[in-house]
């Protein structure tokens, strides 16, 4: 795994994502291999898709369900997802990014069963990775917080 550390450490959206606080080289370099170039997704939900983390509804008549997840993804992307988003939440402690300002809001009151949070939180990061890669750029915070 490091040789595919060295060997892509030049690759702009490596960089891109290594900017992202807690998001490491080989969170990076591994979310990058399995997404493919980022740029072929037109949008967010589309890379979504890929992953599988896109919600499906079972809705007939009166019933109504808050939906999951179709899992119909990449399972090795969605891995990887969800450990860079518990890292992510672990890094910032200050709670300065908008992934981890969400995620603690939501969570502050949920007792237990935070996986459909976890999976939210997974959606924002993903789509804060497509913004930065569509637009070239690396993350920095907001100069008003």
Not at 49 to 64: E, P, T
Not at 103 to 122: C, E, F, T
Not at 133 to 140: G, K, L, S, T
């Amino acid at each position: 795994m490091q040789e595919m550390v060295t060997a892509s450490s030049e690759m702009n959206e490596v960089k891109i994502l290594r900017s992202i606080p807690g998001l490491g080289d080989l969170a990076a370099v591994g979310l990058v291999a399995e997404l493919g170039d980022i740029r072929r997704f037109t949008t967010p939900q589309k890379m979504n898709a890929f992953v599988g983390i896109d919600l499906i509804f079972n809705d007939s008549g009166q019933l109504k369900t808050s939906g999951f997840i179709s899992k119909k993804g990449n399972s090795v992307a969605r891995k990887l997802l969800y450990t860079s988003f518990l890292h992510v939440i672990m890094a910032d402690r200050e709670q300065r990014l908008r992934v981890t300002q969400w995620y603690r809001k939501r969570s502050a009151n949920v007792k237990r069963g935070k996986k459909k949070l976890i999976i939210g939180g997974m959606d924002r990061l993903l789509r804060l990775v497509h913004h930065l890669v569509i637009n070239n750029e690396e993350f920095q915070f907001d100069k008003s917080g």
